[in-house]
Every structure is written in structure tokens, then in C-alpha cells.
């Protein structure tokens, strides 16, 4: 599986990154800190799953990242993994295109269990 991971924090790329490999079998990683170098990244990288942070600085938000990344990886499947847990944020994210939503309170075992559906 080929995993791309977007999000503005570092510490939370990185873990999960470190989490899902020590769990699951990952062909291939590329991270992005802002929804433009992902759509950039998207371009060359084959995403089997996509993790996607609503909130990011630098003019592209996740919303709009996600419909860009719906276009150049139909086939992916595009999780949004945010700290938002209103139903609206939700609603919205599986109208772009959205084949998962999680909140960023979930625990380890809890997060790895529903990775599983993905």
C-alpha cells in the first residue's frame, strides 16, 4: 500500500507514519505539510490511501485539497483525519469525496482497529 500523509504538524505526520508502518504493510510514504505539495506530490506518487488534516495554513485547506486529490487519485482512498468532530465538517468532507472521517482523540488501538476498514 502506498500512503500519503497531510498535515501541517510534523510530530503528527511523522507518528503517523511510525504507527501505520509498525502496523500494517507499507510499500511506499511521502508526506506533505500543506494541501499545495500534496496536489504536487499526488502528480508522480500513486496513493493507494490518503490521510488528510482539514486545517492547514497556506491558502489551500483541506477541503479544497481533498476535491483536487479526488480528481488525480479516484481509486485512492481519502480519509480525513482531523481534530474537527462536528457533524457539519463531516457532512461537507464525504460530499468532496471523502471515503472516511476520524477525529484526532481517537487511541492508538482504536485508530489502528479502524484502519483496518481502509
Request: glycine fraction near 8%.
Amino acid at each position: 500500500m502506498n500512503l500519503m500523509i497531510i498535515d501541517d504538524h510534523e510530530i503528527v505526520r511523522d507518528g503517523l507514519s511510525m504507527l501505520l508502518q509498525q502496523s500494517f504493510c507499507i510499500d511506499g510514504r511521502i508526506c506533505a505539510c500543506d494541501g499545495y505539495e500534496a496536489v504536487k506530490a499526488a502528480v508522480d506518487f500513486p496513493a493507494d490511501l490518503v490521510l488528510l488534516d482539514l486545517s492547514m495554513p497556506g491558502g489551500l485547506d483541506g477541503m479544497t485539497t481533498l476535491e483536487r486529490l479526488r480528481k488525480l487519485l479516484p481509486e485512492a482512498k481519502i480519509v480525513i483525519f482531523s481534530m474537527h468532530d462536528d457533524i457539519g465538517y463531516q457532512k461537507k468532507a464525504y460530499e468532496a469525496g471523502a471515503d472516511g472521517y476520524l477525529i484526532k482523540q481517537l487511541k492508538r488501538d482504536d485508530l489502528i482497529h479502524l484502519w483496518i476498514k481502509f
